[in-house]
């Protein structure tokens, strides 16, 4: 591949739209995200219909403002990139479709990208010297796992959550404290102030590198649930110190464990879930202590963005994966076991 390999790639599987502009996999010129947020707060969750209409109403401004920050025509660019899952199937249909549009109007390669690879090679951006092999650990609202990355397009799942994900305890947690929507930002806003000196009933852990998140949400609900019945008041903030450190706590002590076991001296940190604070800190702390180097994305490569497809897709092209043609389709329900690159 020549230098200089210029990629427009585009996110669009929840309720972000983005597109970026990715220079030879490490360097990202734009990175536009249309977030939609405020939009879905007042439902208390992502809607799917809601997601994908305000998707179709962003993409092409989103697309002309990443190219225009980055100095760049569809002329200068070599690839387009697209999620093609996992995530909501018709937020992903909007972005293959213009994707694939773009495409076939410019000639240029399309190059299908799994969102889990994705957000592992948004550290690429954070850190331009880091390379494979290391240990990543997956944190975000639909996945949850540990996999050693042995290089760029070569990953293997060691520990999985076998229930719900990180990301979705945290939410389950802030909506039954009535905190509201995103949950995880707002429990840990709440954790800053708390005390974490409520023990909830913690069961032995027989999981290995593996995660079980929904005896801890039900643990925390049936807390809250007793003090309401009493007339109690609810201590939210230290509920959410505790909760977080207990969830924290785990995470750290698997991935660890998972790096040492491996014979790898580099941990990194994937998906939105890596923007808590705590996390952060606590794996960096750990690591220091037993040698290892720890690598967390900055916080725009932390949620949805389309610079990070942008990066891997660039690894993908570059080793002759991914490669679609006008009959790629979404795939929401793309398995974090398998993060093969898209054939046909």
Same mark, same amino acid.
């Given at each position: 591949?020549k230098k200089?390999? =210029?990629?427009?790639?585009?996110?669009?599987?929840c309720?972000?739209?983005?597109c970026?502009?990715?220079v030879?996999g490490?360097?990202?010129?734009? $990175?536009?995200v249309?977030?939609?947020i405020d939009? +879905?707060?007042?439902?208390? &969750? @992502?809607?799917?219909? @809601? #997601?994908?209409r305000n +998707?179709?109403?962003?993409?092409d %401004?989103?697309? =002309?403002?990443?190219?225009?920050k980055a100095?760049c025509?569809?002329n200068?660019?070599?690839?387009v990139?697209?999620?093609?899952?996992? &995530?909501l199937?018709g937020?992903?249909l909007?972005?293959?479709?213009y994707?694939?549009g773009?495409?076939?109007?410019? /000639?240029?390669p399309?190059?299908?990208?799994n969102?889990?690879y *994705?957000?592992?090679? *948004? %550290?690429?951006?954070?850190?331009?010297?880091?390379e494979?092999p290391?240990?990543?650990?997956i @944190?975000s609202?639909?996945?949850t796992?540990?996999?050693?990355?042995?290089?760029? %397009?070569?990953?293997?799942?060691?520990g999985?959550?076998?229930?719900d994900?990180v990301?979705e305890c945290?939410? =389950?947690?802030?909506?039954?404290? *009535?905190?509201g929507?995103?949950g995880?930002?707002?429990?840990?806003k709440?954790?800053?102030? &708390?005390?974490?000196?409520i023990q909830?009933v913690?069961?032995?852990?027989?999981?290995?590198? %593996?995660f079980?998140f929904?005896?801890?949400?039900t643990?925390?609900i049936?807390? @809250?649930?007793k003090?309401?019945?009493?007339g109690?008041?609810i201590? !939210?903030e230290?509920?959410c110190?505790?909760?977080e450190n207990?969830?924290?706590?785990?995470?750290v002590? /698997?991935?660890?464990?998972a790096c /040492?076991?491996?014979g790898?001296?580099?941990v990194?940190v994937a998906g939105?879930?890596?923007a808590n604070?705590r996390?952060?800190e606590?794996?960096?702390k !750990?690591a220091?202590? $037993?040698?290892?180097l720890c690598?967390?994305p900055?916080m725009?490569?932390c949620?949805?963005n389309?610079a990070?497809?942008?990066?891997a #897709?660039y690894?993908?092209?570059?080793?002759?994966?991914?490669v679609?043609?006008?009959?790629?389709?979404?795939k929401p329900?793309?398995?974090?076991?398998d993060?093969?690159?898209?054939?046909k």
């Open positions: 591949m200089g390999f =210029k990629i427009l790639a585009i996110e669009s599987s309720d972000e739209t983005s970026a502009i990715v030879d490490r360097t990202c010129l734009s $990175n536009i249309s977030s939609q939009i +879905h707060t007042r439902f208390g &969750g @992502v809607v799917p219909e @809601v #997601a994908s +998707h179709v109403t962003a993409i %401004n989103v697309v =002309k403002l990443a190219l225009e100095n025509t569809l200068d660019i070599d690839a990139a697209v999620t093609y899952g996992a &995530g199937i937020s992903l909007v972005g293959v479709s994707a694939k773009l495409s076939y109007v410019t /000639k240029k399309l190059i299908a990208v969102h889990i *994705g957000h592992i090679a *948004g %550290n690429y951006l954070s850190y331009p010297k880091l494979p290391f240990v990543c650990l @944190v609202g639909g996945h796992a540990i996999v050693k990355v042995e290089d760029y %397009n070569n990953h293997i799942v060691i999985n959550t076998l229930d994900a990301g945290f939410d =389950k947690v802030a909506r039954v404290l *009535g905190l929507y995103p995880g930002p707002k429990v840990s709440l954790a800053e102030s &708390g005390n974490a000196n909830f913690k069961p032995n852990d027989t999981l290995g590198y %593996n079980s929904s005896g801890k949400k643990a925390v049936n807390y @809250v649930h003090l309401e019945q009493a109690k008041p201590p !939210k230290d509920i110190a505790s909760f207990w969830i924290v706590d785990e995470l002590e /698997k991935t660890i464990k /040492k076991d491996s790898y001296n580099k990194v939105g879930v890596s604070r996390l952060r606590e794996l960096n !750990k220091n202590q $037993n040698g290892i690598f967390v900055a725009e490569y949620t949805d389309a990070m497809i942008g990066s #897709a690894y993908a092209y570059r080793d002759g994966e991914g679609a043609d006008m009959s790629l389709a979404p329900n793309l398995s974090l076991q993060f093969k690159y898209y054939t």
